[in-house]
């Protein structure tokens, strides 16, 4: 059994190193978490990070980079394999954890959009990327069917971003489309989902896009309980 020692490096919001948290989980896998403040990287995170980015995953002392790396790697040491046995399958899967990474930067340009019409226009982009998964989805209840892969792992972030969303925007962004809102409903349900996040994730995600997105006090207008 691989008994290397295992540290995420990130920040508290970042959804690429959610999804490696998700996946260690989903294997019981033990490992530490280091956040950073993004907004002021430490010199010793810099030293070790060749793009400046995060996640990185310390395995003893050898730096991994890249979320997409890190999760095949955690998936190739550690069981149970997430990824589908069949290479054509595989390979699917993988195009569209690249489009979920697709619907996570569509998501991110709504929120800088300069002003009301951009992030019409952006939601609209978005809507049309969701629409394209809706008719990629069979009977569920996972993308594959019965079993959990390391695609269901990379569209979970987005899914908890998009929910905790909802109640601001008001975009209703699954409600037709009812194969995403089962697959969504199933995978933020999941022990290891919950948990790949820390406990003040909702509020410190508000947060930073009341302070940091163009119409962010707008969008994000605290609501009256």
Partial sequence: MNTARLELVSFKTCPYVQRAAIVLHEKAVPFEITYIDQTNKPDWFLKISPFGKVPLLKVD????????VIVEYLDEVYPPRLHPADALRRAHNRAWIEFSST???????MLKSPDRAAFDAAATRFGELLDHLE????????FNGTSLALVDCAFAPLFMRTEIMEPYLGLGAFAQRPRIQTWSKLLLARDSVQRSVVPEYSELLINSWRKRAPLGRELFAERSS
């Fill in 61 to 68: 002392d050898t730096v991994l980079f890249e979320s997409a």
């Fill in 135 to 142: 008719a990629e989805l069979g009977e569920g209840p996972f």
């Fill in 103 to 109: 619907l996570l930067s569509s998501q991110l340009q």
